[in-house]
């Protein structure tokens, strides 16, 4: 047995986002970014384990928006299409960059890499990653898990029950309808957390959640063990909470990997560097710059003229980070005395998209420490939250505390000046739906007023998507989250009225069920 044990949590989520109304649309480049960057990196990472005997290496939340988009016929051709350009692009920087000893070899890296990874997903995967995630699953390799249902804040959504209940129902229901298997644990959106939220979690069908540290360590009564072990609730669903060290080595801008001077820069990329007589036929509309993906410039160091990126330096970088990683773990597991029962775990969680996307490096980074566990499986072994569970079964009964794992630990960066606003909207509108579950429970699968039915349940959730707060906060896209949140409300409203009019228009439903293919089964009820 080993002296204890490390749980790496990968959260994958994007909002969901499909404009079939216009030819391309800016924010959809946020899906195919990382399905270049991120999943199909993991996916060939998963591969390679599997290959090597691996098991148990890692779990991976897949959020329902990102699977209901990873699923979509149309938004899958429309990546197939980015892609075509984006290897038109490097056939043309293979081209450009000839004769430049530092950048010729990095566009042949580049161009080599498209090649791969669009290999992977017509000839491998059949486009269909969903399922490549769910085989490697079987395998026995990843725990595949999941999320609210369109990332909501579950704490500010708490004065209506309903609401919550249908976040947690319908994430069961569609990753149990995606992927054929049930999903044994759930990543509350932005680890927001309330005492009393484990009833909610267990009437879904979930055994086990996570919080951020201080949600444990101010749980009542104290626990025992700290942050070494998990909870449970006192109706017997599980609670793990974020291991504050590890995350910090991965997260931080000052201390966390990603930013070392060897790795890729991710902010210096061509579609910005490059005049637009050369780079418009590859960006969005052919004027307006996006990120390519070709960046050839390492971080460098802060106020100092970029150096050309050196794959071979930041390889290096990553076997002695992987390595400081595992001897960190290792210290950190030995400092609890070599206790037998529960033993040691220490749970690291993450956004999937920082391995790739933003961290170039980062999947190669999390492959080493996968391999530097398995050669010292004595020390610390790599473990699944249900593979914990299955071999510790008495836990301290405790209940948490209100948390989350945003800046100040609470709901300050989901509810400020900037985005109180929308609250009264989405608990009216949940109130509503409410109401109309209620009223029409006696409406029939296929009719026109389950069909509205269905459509405002689908506004409704997709309007209490976090991401929209967030970015309202972060100021990244702040538009684009204004007019997500207004239009998803008001698509709410209209087929609120429709309904209460019964005078429903079946082509203005239809356009909106063309706009959002997600939970085709979604029951209304799920709110009544």
């Given amino acids: 047995m080993p002296l204890g044990y490390q749980a790496i949590v990968l959260h994958a989520h994007l909002p969901y986002i499909s404009h079939p109304e216009y030819e391309s649309f800016l924010e959809e480049n946020w899906l195919f970014e990382a399905i270049t960057e991120t999943y199909v990196p993991l996916l060939l990472m998963l591969e390679r384990l599997h290959a090597a005997g691996h098991r148990h290496c890692l779990t991976l939340s897949l959020s329902p928006t990102l699977l209901s988009m990873l699923g979509d016929h149309a938004l899958q051709q429309r990546y197939l299409a980015h892609m075509e350009k984006l290897r038109r692009l490097a056939e043309q920087e293979v081209v450009r960059t000839r004769g430049d000893v530092d950048f010729a070899p990095l566009a042949r890296l580049y161009q080599s890499r498209l090649e791969t990874v669009v290999g992977a997903f017509v000839d491998d995967y059949a486009a269909d990653l969903v399922g490549a995630f769910g085989h490697f699953q079987q395998a026995g390799v990843v725990e595949l898990i999941t999320c609210a249902a369109t990332h909501g804040f579950l704490p500010l959504l708490k004065s209506e029950p309903a609401a919550v209940r249908a976040q947690l129902r319908v994430a069961a229901q569609t990753f149990q309808a995606l992927l054929g298997t049930t999903a044994k644990g759930v990543w509350l959106p932005e680890f927001g957390y309330y005492p009393g939220l484990e009833a909610e979690v267990e009437a879904a069908g979930f055994a086990y959640f996570f919080v951020d540290g201080h949600g444990i360590l101010n749980a009542t009564p104290k626990p025992y063990y700290g942050l070494s072990a998990p909870l449970a609730c006192p109706n017997g669903v599980a609670v793990f909470g974020r291991d504050a060290d590890s995350s910090r080595q991965v997260w931080s801008r000052e201390e966390?990997?990603?930013?070392?001077?060897?790795?890729?820069?991710?902010?210096?990329?061509?579609?910005?560097?490059?005049?637009?007589?050369?780079?418009?036929?590859?960006?969005?509309?052919?004027?307006?710059r996006i990120h390519t993906g070709f960046k050839y410039y390492r971080i460098t160091g802060q106020d100092q003229e970029k150096a050309p990126y050196d794959p071979a330096r930041a390889q290096a970088t990553v076997a002695r980070h992987a390595a400081d990683f595992v001897q960190r773990s290792q210290r950190a597991v030995a400092a609890q005395g070599g206790r037998a029962a529960p033993a040691p775990l220490i749970v690291s969680p993450y956004d999937a998209e920082l391995f790739g996307h933003w961290w170039f490096e980062g999947p190669e980074w999390l492959e080493a420490v996968i391999g530097k566990m398995a050669e010292q499986p004595e020390q610390v072994a790599l473990t699944t939250p249900s593979a914990y569970l299955q071999d510790h079964r008495r836990l301290q009964s405790a209940t948490p505390s209100a948390s989350t794992w945003g800046d100040g630990g609470y709901n300050t960066f989901w509810l400020n000046p900037g985005n109180d606003w929308v609250y009264p909207y989405l608990h009216d509108a949940a109130r509503r739906m409410q109401a109309l579950a209620s009223r029409h429970h006696d409406a029939q699968p296929g009719t026109l007023r389950y069909r509205a039915l269905q459509q405002a349940a689908r506004s409704l959730l997709l309007a209490q998507a976090s991401d929209w707060a967030f970015i309202m906060k972060s100021g990244t896209a702040e538009e684009y989250a204004y007019n997500r949140t207004r239009d998803h409300l008001a698509r709410f409203n209209y087929l609120a009225q429709a309904l209460a009019d019964d005078e429903i228009d079946e082509r203005r439903l239809q356009a909106l069920e063309v706009m959002d293919r997600l939970f085709p089964d979604i029951s209304p009820q799920v709110f009544a």
Avoid: Q
């Fill in 256 to 288: 966390g990997y990603p930013g070392d001077f060897s790795y890729r820069d991710f902010y210096r990329d061509i579609g910005f560097d490059l005049d637009m007589d050369y780079i418009g036929p590859y960006v969005l509309d052919g004027h307006t």
